[in-house]
């Protein structure tokens, strides 16, 4: 069974950048491709961006000038960089599994508060 | 990219069916087979229901169905239960590559 777990600060200052990381186990990250989504408190769900193993990417456009997704294969991780971040940004993030299609498998989220 | 256009909630008595709809565009849930819907309890992470337009995973139970006409994609929802009172999304994969959420539909077994 796959399971996906994100990690990273819960707090990050305004106009800082947010990074978190997510774990894969169960099953390796070289194939399918890999989601970041988030969900704002009380509202509804946003994706953000996805990532192969070969580093092909593929972002939300409106927030392609703000984020970088990676991977490390070696780690079966990756990862999620948000620069300049607002309160706006305040939200649960949530890494996924992408099987062609649907988000199969969802880690557990990992709310990330944007304050001073 | 717009969200897709869900309705904010839908209520039913257990036993009744229900029907949420989404509603995107040719450039979306129009144009592709990759619709999908998600139920969401309260604080927890979001889990699949239906892929593919109309197929259910593997304990998804068949009370559950899925559909598409044109650009509006729908999940059916017979027999309701007490436990089926969620959030639901859909979403859909987009001709840019990239994949697109509904606004959520909150469902009230009464």
């Known amino acids: 069974q796959v399971q996906l777990q994100e990690s990273g600060p819960g707090l990050v200052k305004p106009s800082e950048t947010l990074s978190l990381t997510c774990a894969v186990s169960?099953?390796?990250?070289?194939?399918?491709?890999w989601s970041w989504i988030r969900q704002s408190p009380g509202k509804g769900l946003e994706w953000i961006g996805y990532?192969?193993?070969?580093?092909?990417?593929n972002y939300n456009p409106s927030l392609k000038s703000r984020v970088t997704i990676s991977v490390d294969t070696s780690k079966n991780q990756f990862s999620l960089k948000l620069s300049s971040v607002t309160a706006a940004d305040t939200a649960v993030y949530y890494c996924a599994r992408d099987h062609w299609g649907p988000f199969d498998f969802w880690g557990q989220g990992t709310l990330v508060t944007v304050s001073s | 990219q717009s969200a897709l256009t869900q309705p904010a909630s839908v209520s039913g008595s257990p036993g009744q069916s229900i029907t949420i709809s989404c509603t995107g565009t040719s450039s979306d849930v129009g144009g592709y087979k990759y619709v999908s819907w998600y139920q969401q309890y309260p604080g927890k992470a979001p889990k699949l229901m239906i892929y593919e337009v109309s197929n259910r995973p593997s304990g998804v139970p068949d009370r559950f169905s899925g559909s598409k006409s044109g650009n509006t994609a729908s999940l059916t929802i017979s027999g309701l239960q007490a436990e089926d009172e969620a959030d639901y999304y859909c979403?859909?994969?987009?001709?840019?590559?990239?994949?697109?959420f509904g606004t959520g539909t909150k469902v009230t077994v009464l």
């Open positions: 979403s859909s994969y987009t001709t840019s590559s990239t994949y697109v």
């Open positions: 169960g099953g390796s990250i070289s194939t399918y491709y």
């Open positions: 990532i192969y193993n070969n580093g092909n990417t």
